[in-house]
C-alpha cells in the first residue's frame, strides 16, 4: 500500500512521522511522509528548536506529489500533530484530492491535542478545528481516551460510558475509532486496553501497562492499525497485531535504557507481531 502521511518530523527521536514512517516501510509499504513542523526534538522535552512549517509550505510539498500523477494509487492518507489551526486546511484539503483521484482511499486522523495526565499540549486553537473541521473527513480515527472525550464532549472511563462516547465520534462521520488508550476503573492492575469500534462490533484487548512513558507510541499506533486493518479487513485482526507491536517496542524501549521510541531496535516486534494478546469482543 501506499500512504500520505501529514505529521510532524524530529531530528531526534521517535514521534510523529518519525514514528510512523519506518513501520510502515518494514511492513512493506511505501510512504510519502509530508511534515508539518521540523523539530530538533518532540516538545516533550520543554525545549526545542525548529519551525512550524507554513500551511502554504506544506499545502506545496502535496501539490507537488499530486503534480507527479500519484495521487490514484494512494491507498490511505494519515494525520497527527498538526502544530497550527492552518494545517487542518490543508489536511482536509490534501484528503479531498486523494479521495478524488482514488474514491477507495481511506483517511486516519490521529487527534492530537493531549492526554489525561497533561492535560491539552497543543495550541487551543487547534482541537475544536479538529473537532469540527477533521474529524467529519475521517475514515478512521485513533484518539486516546482524553481526546475521544473533548471530541464528544463526553467523560468515558468505563467500558460502557467509552463505547457511548466512541458511538458519538462515529456520528461525527469516522466509521471506526481506536481508542488507544481505555483506563477503565474495573481493569486489573497495572493493565491498559485499546478499543476498536465500528458498526458492526467492539473489540477489546487488554495488555501489560508498562512503565514507560513513551513519546510517539501514538503514533506509531495509529500508523500500524491503519495498515493492519486495510490489510486484514478485520478491526479485531488489526488491534491484536498492534497491540503486540506496540508493547513489543515499549519493551525494547525499557531494555535499552533509552527515553526515546526504540523503533529500530524493536523492529522485529513491528515486521512479525507475536500476536500474544487476547482480543476479546465486546459487542
Not at 516501510?25 to 521540523?38: A, C, F, K, Y
Not at 484530492?97 to 493531549?114: F, H, I, L, Q, S
Not at 490489510?231 to 507491536?245: F, H, K, N, R, Y
Request: hydrophobic letters at 40%.
Amino acid at each position: 500500500m501506499r500512504f500520505l502521511s501529514i505529521q510532524s518530523f524530529v531530528a531526534y527521536g521517535h514521534v510523529g512521522n518519525s514514528a510512523a514512517t519506518f513501520p510502515l516501510q518494514r511492513l512493506g509499504h511505501e510512504v510519502w511522509p509530508v511534515p508539518t513542523v521540523v523539530f530538533s526534538n518532540h516538545t516533550g522535552y520543554g525545549a526545542w528548536r525548529g519551525p512550524l512549517l507554513p500551511p502554504d509550505d506544506v499545502r506545496a510539498v502535496v501539490t507537488g506529489i499530486e503534480e507527479r500523477g500519484v495521487l490514484e494509487s494512494c491507498d490511505a492518507v494519515l494525520s497527527g500533530y498538526l502544530g497550527g489551526p492552518g494545517i487542518c486546511e490543508v489536511v482536509v484539503d490534501a484528503v479531498e484530492r486523494v479521495k478524488k483521484a482514488n474514491p477507495e482511499a481511506t483517511y486516519t486522523c490521529d487527534p492530537v491535542m493531549g492526554n489525561a495526565t497533561s492535560g491539552c499540549f497543543v495550541d487551543l486553537a487547534i482541537p475544536p478545528v479538529i473537532r469540527e473541521q477533521v474529524v467529519p473527513h475521517a475514515d478512521i480515527i485513533t484518539p486516546n481516551q482524553f481526546e475521544l472525550g473533548f471530541l464528544t464532549d463526553t467523560t468515558p472511563d468505563a467500558l460502557e460510558s467509552t463505547l457511548s462516547s466512541a458511538d458519538a465520534a462515529m456520528a461525527m462521520g469516522p466509521s471506526t475509532v481506536l481508542v488507544t488508550s481505555v483506563l477503565r476503573p474495573d481493569r486489573p492492575e497495572d493493565t491498559i486496553e485499546m478499543l476498536a469500534v465500528t458498526g458492526e462490533g467492539a473489540w477489546v484487548v487488554r495488555t501489560p501497562r508498562l512503565p514507560i512513558k513513551a513519546n510517539g507510541s501514538g503514533d506509531l499506533t495509529s500508523a500500524l492499525f491503519t495498515a493492519h486493518l486495510r490489510t486484514t479487513g478485520s478491526p479485531a485482526e488489526a488491534l491484536g497485531l498492534t497491540a503486540s507491536s506496540v508493547v513489543g517496542v515499549l519493551r525494547a524501549t525499557i531494555d535499552s535504557g533509552e527515553r526515546e521510541l526504540q523503533i529500530v531496535l524493536g523492529q522485529e516486534a513491528i515486521a512479525s507481531p507475536a500476536n500474544e494478546f487476547e482480543v476479546e469482543r465486546v459487542r
